[in-house]
């Protein structure tokens, strides 16, 4: 039986493909329409994940899985615009277009886009939003039972849920409602902070280290209420979300100060301080719903996704907190997971269909599930193109990108199949020396082409993790941050304060400078060799050589533009930026070697740069 599941029409639309309820692929529509955020009917992620099942013409799928519930979305339009209008009035006209055009008919346009391949759908389902979120979190897991945490903007009108998974059924046992939502409390804060909504929180979270939480009283004394079970109460009259067209309104503007910052305009430091203060508060918010999920559900396992799943500080702080014995969170926690927990959960909720679970393993493969490249394919891309490249193979490769690596050289690396979720993490990767001191200021400047306050993040051999960083066993998919160990950290110099941010960011705090925050932090992804073997032999050799077994590993693209998914996104990126060395499976290239670049004369405007 073939489950498609889709998730669109609000951002990071995304497919899924399960047979018999294993995971055969998933992707998002970004990659291939190269639309960061693409939220459109993920028609050619559908695609794909139906040519990866060897669903063609003259097919069917047996049912398609959307990751919510339209109608119910639409209701709590029309219920939030009756309780505030007529001040709701703008916010609802402007919404209502778009669901008379698409978002009320999208059964329609995925029927529609199966029909012009010729493949018949026989049945949809809806489940609701944080039940394909659940579904995302617990069904993958490799856990038999585990109490299950879910936390977003808003679904349809839950936020956030506790549920409890046993075998192949969840159980909800406490939801918060809109407008009370934890994610869009942190959304209004990027948003104040002058980023953007749905794609800026990793910003603020990454600019929080840089400041005090001297706001924490304030929050709590006039926006949010938390309760000991991590339930929330926002103060509607400081946000603009429910009756206006922004996050923030006129009340929040003068609690803190000011308007909002002007993006990309200076960060200053009410913006570091405002970005510690909601990111404590949100810890709080997350242990509080972390201690009562355990308490409710007696598991002492947790699963969790949702955008705010993806705050891997408050993550590693559950860890760190030892509530539960273990943790896993789906690598692709915001909205493009649903497709997936959508397909699962009509699998196993639904259709009652047994779990299979093999002890200490989930079944997401690493992650690695969108497309990959033969050798052919790759071979045919850069012979019909002329480009010079040497096939390497084994011992050979691993012993060439290791050294490239310890002469502190970039390398673009392109093998496997594609990762699901917005982190890149081996397979769409640009790998760097993590202890080089000109690494970080490098990559920013010439590879990624942005100013930044974040560090890169370190890709370590799982089986020495514990060398380098506190308190993470594992963290296969990056989705944690835990401290560089203490005696790897270089002393403050107590000046940091007086720095720009950048400069601060670029000073040395430890023997792997390019991946060590300013609160000695670091976002960490272990590599074991079952799930990525490729990257594994090549830490290994790179451990031989250097004695280090740490790596920056930073997604494959430019800023603004999303990962790279086939050899001809790979290639163009590598010599669009400071990139010295592609490697496209087995197949070499060096930048000297290559024929001259002539760049098309609006490539910077596409993707933002200008
Ligand atoms: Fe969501």
């Given at each position: 039986m073939t489950i498609l599941g889709v998730s669109a029409l609000y951002h990071d639309s995304a497919a899924a493909v399960i047979r018999d309820g294993q995971i055969v692929a998933a992707a998002q529509e970004e990659r291939f329409s190269r639309k960061k955020h693409d939220p459109r009917v993920p028609v050619n992620a559908i695609y794909y994940c139906l040519e990866a099942a060897g669903i063609g013409a003259g097919d069917r799928v047996d049912a398609v899985a959307f990751y919510d519930k339209p109608i119910t979305k639409f209701t709590r339009l029309l219920t939030t615009f009756c309780e505030t209008v007529p001040s709701g009035f703008k916010t609802f006209a402007l919404a209502v277009p778009a669901w008379v055009r698409e978002k009320g008919w999208v059964a329609m346009s995925i029927e529609r886009a199966l029909q012009r391949a010729r493949i018949r759908a026989e049945k949809f389902y809806f489940p609701e939003h944080h039940a394909s979120h659940a579904g995302s979190a617990f069904f993958p897991s490799p856990f038999d039972e585990a109490a299950i945490l879910t936390a977003d903007g808003v679904g349809e009108w839950t936020c956030s849920s506790i549920s409890v998974g046993e075998g192949n059924?969840?159980?909800?046992?406490?939801?918060?409602?809109?407008?009370?939502?934890?994610?869009?409390?942190?959304?209004?804060?990027?948003?104040?902070?002058?980023?953007?909504?749905?794609?800026?929180?990793?910003?603020?979270?990454?600019?929080?280290?840089?400041?005090?939480?001297?706001?924490?009283?304030?929050?709590?004394?006039?926006?949010?209420?938390?309760?000991?079970?991590?339930?929330?109460?926002?103060?509607?009259?400081?946000?603009?979300?429910?009756?206006?067209?922004?996050?923030?309104?006129?009340?929040?503007?003068?609690?803190?100060?000011?308007?909002?910052?002007?993006?990309?305009?200076?960060?200053?430091?009410?913006?570091?301080?405002?970005?510690?203060?909601?990111?404590?508060?949100?810890?709080?918010?997350?242990?509080?719903?972390?201690?009562?999920?355990?308490?409710?559900?007696?598991?002492?396992?947790?699963?969790?996704?949702?955008?705010?799943?993806?705050?891997?500080?408050?993550?590693?702080?559950?860890?760190?907190?030892?509530?539960?014995?273990?943790?896993?969170?789906?690598?692709?926690?915001?909205?493009?997971?649903?497709?997936?927990?959508?397909?699962?959960?009509?699998?196993?909720?639904?259709?009652?269909?047994?779990?299979?679970?093999?002890?200490?393993?989930?079944?997401?493969?690493?992650?690695?599930?969108?497309?990959?490249?033969?050798?052919?394919?790759?071979?045919?891309?850069?012979?019909?193109?002329?480009?010079?490249?040497?096939?390497?193979?084994?011992?050979?490769?691993?012993?060439?990108?290791?050294?490239?690596?310890?002469?502190?050289?970039?390398?673009?690396?392109?093998?496997?199949?594609?990762?699901?979720?917005?982190?890149?993490?081996?397979?769409?990767?640009?790998?760097?020396?993590?202890?080089?001191?000109?690494?970080?200021?490098?990559?920013?400047?010439?590879?990624?082409?942005?100013?930044?306050?974040?560090?890169?993040?370190?890709?370590?051999?799982?089986?020495?993790?514990?060398?380098?960083?506190?308190?993470?066993?594992?963290?296969?998919?990056?989705?944690?941050?835990?401290?560089?160990?203490?005696?790897?950290?270089?002393?403050?110099?107590?000046?940091?304060?007086?720095?720009?941010?950048?400069?601060?960011?670029?000073?040395?705090?430890?023997?792997?400078?390019?991946?060590?925050?300013?609160?000695?932090?670091?976002?960490?992804?272990?590599?074991d060799r079952e799930s990525n073997p490729r990257v594994h032999n090549l830490l290994t050799e790179f451990k031989r050589l250097t004695g280090c077994s740490v790596l920056v590993n930073t997604s494959f693209n430019v800023r603004s533009e999303p990962i790279v998914c086939t050899p001809e996104d790979a290639y163009c990126c590598f010599m669009r930026t400071g990139i010295d060395v592609l490697a496209l499976e087995d197949f070499i290239l060096q930048k000297k070697d290559q024929p001259e670049w002539f760049e098309t004369e609006n490539w910077q405007e596409e993707f933002g740069l200008d």
């Open positions: 059924q969840m159980r909800m046992l406490a939801e918060q409602r809109f407008p009370h939502s934890l994610g869009l409390l942190y959304s209004a804060f990027t948003y104040f902070t002058g980023f953007k909504v749905n794609s800026g929180e990793y910003k603020l979270m990454g600019l929080a280290p840089y400041g005090t939480p001297r706001y924490v009283d304030d929050i709590k004394k006039h926006l949010v209420r938390i309760r000991e079970d991590g339930s929330i109460w926002l103060n509607m009259d400081y946000f603009g979300y429910l009756d206006g067209l922004t996050m923030t309104n006129q009340r929040f503007e003068r609690l803190f100060g000011g308007p909002r910052r002007r993006p990309e305009s200076d960060i200053t430091q009410r913006e570091m301080d405002l970005a510690a203060s909601i990111q404590a508060v949100t810890e709080e918010v997350m242990l509080k719903m972390a201690r009562y999920a355990r308490a409710v559900t007696g598991k002492r396992q947790l699963c969790m996704a949702g955008g705010v799943a993806l705050n891997c500080v408050a993550n590693g702080k559950i860890l760190a907190e030892g509530l539960f014995d273990d943790l896993w969170i789906q690598p692709a926690s915001g909205d493009a997971g649903g497709a997936l927990g959508a397909a699962l959960y009509v699998w196993h909720q639904v259709l009652r269909q047994e779990r299979r679970i093999v002890p200490g393993r989930d079944s997401m493969a690493g992650a690695a599930l969108g497309p990959g490249y033969s050798r052919e394919q790759i071979k045919a891309f850069l012979d019909d193109n002329g480009l010079p490249y040497t096939e390497m193979r084994g011992a050979q490769w691993e012993a060439f990108l290791a050294r490239t690596l310890a002469e502190e050289r970039v390398v673009g690396l392109l093998q496997g199949r594609m990762e699901f979720g917005p982190r890149a993490l081996g397979c769409r990767s640009i790998l760097a020396d993590a202890r080089s001191k000109k690494m970080q200021s490098y990559l920013n400047l010439s590879t990624k082409f942005r100013e930044s306050f974040r560090p890169f993040a370190p890709i370590v051999l799982r089986e020495d993790v514990a060398n380098y960083f506190e308190a993470v066993r594992e963290s296969p998919y990056m989705l944690l941050v835990a401290g560089v160990k203490k005696e790897r950290r270089a002393r403050p110099r107590g000046d940091e304060h007086t720095l720009s941010l950048t400069e601060w960011v670029n000073r040395p705090r430890s023997d792997l400078p390019a991946i060590t925050h300013v609160d000695y932090s670091a976002r960490i992804q272990t590599v």
